[in-house]
T-cell receptor, first 111, second 110 residues
């Protein structure tokens, strides 16, 4: 299994839709996980951290299944401004260790 | 705002020339990183630093060197640029709950 794998995408959804992205990871020792958002030709920006079974922030919910080594990101009531690439990120080597990035899933929200 | 800046933002250089990219931070973070991002790949770690004069290699370090003589500056050098080093380069700092990235340097080697 590759270190971090994400849904290939792209996801094209209408405004108001609910969309979910999946991510699997291979390092069973990883304790924390991140979802980053990257707009076209911009730097990645932290969207959510996931340290336990899950985390919710407004329309965004991240869930973690350690047994299956699986992370998901759910976006409810999609907005046009949610259009971006979403990166699943898994640290290795402790909290100051290297980050392993998935290749990203592109989301396009249409009017 | 983490106060991390990269320079230059864009650069075009010729094969075989040396190139240095600069990353500057204003908040005294110990850990700094250089990544490259290419189509079809996730961000990949080139080198990182865990203190002044303390650096280590990442996944794709061949052809790159780094230096950190001051806490605030982390330099990435391509000793002899090749076309395969055409990429977008991101510097990052670690803030404990994730990394904060600079705006990136778009490097083209012709």
């Amino acid at each position: 299994r590759k270190e971090v794998e994400q849904d290939p995408g792209p996801f094209n959804v209408p405004e108001g839709a609910t969309v979910a992205f999946n991510c699997t990871y291979s390092n069973s020792a990883s304790q924390s996980f991140f979802w980053y958002r990257q707009d076209c030709r911009k730097e990645p920006k932290l969207l959510m951290s996931v340290y336990s079974s899950g985390n919710e922030d407004g329309r965004f919910t991240a869930q973690l299944n350690r047994a299956s080594q699986y992370i998901s990101l759910l976006i409810r009531d999609s907005k046009l401004s949610d259009s971006a690439t979403y990166l699943c990120v898994v640290p290795i080597g402790g909290s100051q260790g290297n980050l392993i990035f998935g290749k990203g899933t592109k989301l396009s929200v249409k009017p | 705002d983490a106060g991390i800046t990269q320079s230059p933002r864009h650069k075009v250089t010729e094969t075989g020339t040396p190139v240095t990219l600069r990353c500057h931070q204003t908040e005294n973070h110990r850990y700094m990183y250089w990544y490259r991002q290419d189509p079809g790949h996730g961000l990949r770690l080139i080198h990182y630093s865990y203190g002044v004069k303390d650096t280590d290699k990442g996944e794709v370090s061949d052809g790159y060197s780094v230096s950190r003589s001051k806490t605030e500056d982390f330099l990435l050098t391509l000793e002899s640029a090749t076309s395969s080093q055409t990429s977008v380069y991101f510097c990052a700092i670690s803030e404990g709950r994730g990394y904060t990235f600079g705006s990136g340097t778009r490097l083209t080697v012709v």
